[in-house]
């Protein structure tokens, strides 16, 4: 019996060895948020908490974020390895200045910008808010293209009374009455939507794309000192994002819950809500077209010529082309 327990226990100790050995072995990777941690970011967090990161060689840390230009800064300074940014903001920023980043993958290939009102409110297109309040969070990055997007639905900017204030003061305005709708994004109505239930009222989303408002939204880069010396981690990443992503859209419930586990604050039921209003801007028929996490030509000018116009760029600022790297797209 002694033998046995002895051949048990280095059976164990070898198991353990190789486990360590493993997980040591395992490719370290910083994944840098654009905000903090929410629906939004359920493939990120499936990935990771279902075993789909290790699966593929990774030990992925994933870091809260504090805005577009933070996370950009970081993945260039070589801070993070990856990051998920809004593209306009990669465009922006290259316009101004090098920086030794790679688009790699377009998340959203239709942008998540909308306007949220009451259930009960008459307004149904852009041009209805005329005369009406408008609240919207101080640095939120609609607000840098909403004025072109207002006036090419026919809307005078100046019509309305535009207010910026915190970001978690936006919604609980308009469950007041104090403002008449709100800038945000879809992926967050689940979280605007609540405030306004507490308040005894309904919420009706108007997306930007249904009103012209075209192009790619949120999107990975890559550090390109990642990607000339591990190319093969920079592929093994999204092969592991790409199954995340149907195991996602499949079970946007189970996709709330990875989060929770991972970030307890997270509620995992608004979790998967919003991560259910962001599948439209995943899964659609440009996806079905192009291949999920593409970026097409045409698009990609069309993207770029709104950053363009509401920043006043000349058009031959940057060469949007140049910003994309397609090749560790899964085959």
């Known amino acids: 019996m002694a033998a046995i327990r002895i051949k048990s226990l280095v059976l164990s100790m070898t198991m353990s060895l190789a486990g360590l050995t493993s997980a040591s072995s395992a490719e370290k990777v910083v994944y840098q948020l654009g905000w903090v941690p929410g629906g939004s970011n359920a493939i990120e967090y499936v990935a990771k908490a279902r075993g789909l990161f290790a699966a593929e060689g990774l030990d992925v840390d994933i870091l809260s974020g504090n805005g577009g230009s933070d996370t950009l800064t970081r993945v260039a300074a070589g801070a993070a390895d990856i990051g998920i940014v809004g593209i306009e903001s990669v465009m922006g920023a290259l316009a101004e200045q090098k920086l030794p980043v790679k688009v790699v993958f377009a998340l959203y290939n239709k942008k998540p910008d909308s306007i949220h009102v009451p259930a009960s409110s008459p307004v149904k297109a852009i041009a209805d808010l005329k005369g009406r309040k408008l609240a919207t969070a101080s640095f939120s990055s609609s607000n840098v293209v909403w004025p072109i997007f207002a006036k090419r639905n026919g809307l005078d900017p100046a019509?309305?009374?535009?207010?910026?204030?915190?970001?978690?003061?936006?919604?609980?305005?308009?469950?007041?009455?104090?403002?008449?709708?709100?800038?945000?994004?879809?992926?967050?109505?689940?979280?605007?939507?609540?405030?306004?239930?507490?308040?005894?009222?309904?919420?009706?989303?108007?997306?930007?794309?249904?009103?012209?408002?075209?192009?790619?939204?949120?999107?990975?880069?890559?550090?390109?000192?990642?990607?000339?010396?591990?190319?093969?981690?920079?592929?093994?990443?999204?092969?592991?994002?790409?199954?995340?992503?149907?195991?996602?859209?499949?079970?946007?419930?189970?996709?709330?819950?990875?989060?929770?586990?991972?970030?307890?604050?997270?509620?995992?039921?608004?979790?998967?809500?919003?991560?259910?209003?962001?599948?439209?801007?995943?899964?659609?028929?440009?996806?079905?077209?192009?291949?999920?996490?593409?970026?097409?030509?045409?698009?990609?000018?069309?993207?770029?010529?709104?950053?363009?116009?509401?920043?006043?760029?000349?058009?031959?600022?940057?060469?949007?082309?140049?910003?994309?790297?397609?090749?560790?797209?899964?085959?």
């Open 159 to 331: 019509s309305v009374e535009l207010m910026k204030v915190d970001a978690a003061a936006v919604a609980p305005m308009m469950a007041a009455g104090q403002a008449d709708a709100l800038i945000n994004w879809v992926t967050v109505a689940a979280l605007d939507a609540a405030v306004m239930k507490e308040a005894g009222k309904g919420m009706r989303v108007i997306p930007w794309s249904d009103f012209g408002y075209e192009g790619y939204g949120q999107s990975l880069v890559v550090n390109e000192n990642l990607l000339s010396k591990k190319p093969e981690v920079v592929k093994a990443f999204l092969r592991a994002f790409v199954k995340a992503t149907a195991i996602a859209i499949a079970d946007p419930r189970d996709a709330g819950n990875a989060i929770h586990e991972i970030v307890p604050e997270v509620d995992p039921v608004i979790a998967s809500q919003e991560f259910a209003a962001s599948i439209p801007l995943i899964q659609n028929e440009i996806s079905k077209k192009d291949g999920l996490g593409a970026i097409e030509a045409n698009r990609l000018k069309t993207t770029w010529d709104w950053v363009a116009q509401s920043r006043s760029l000349p058009q031959d600022a940057i060469n949007p082309a140049a910003l994309i790297d397609m090749t560790y797209l899964p085959k």
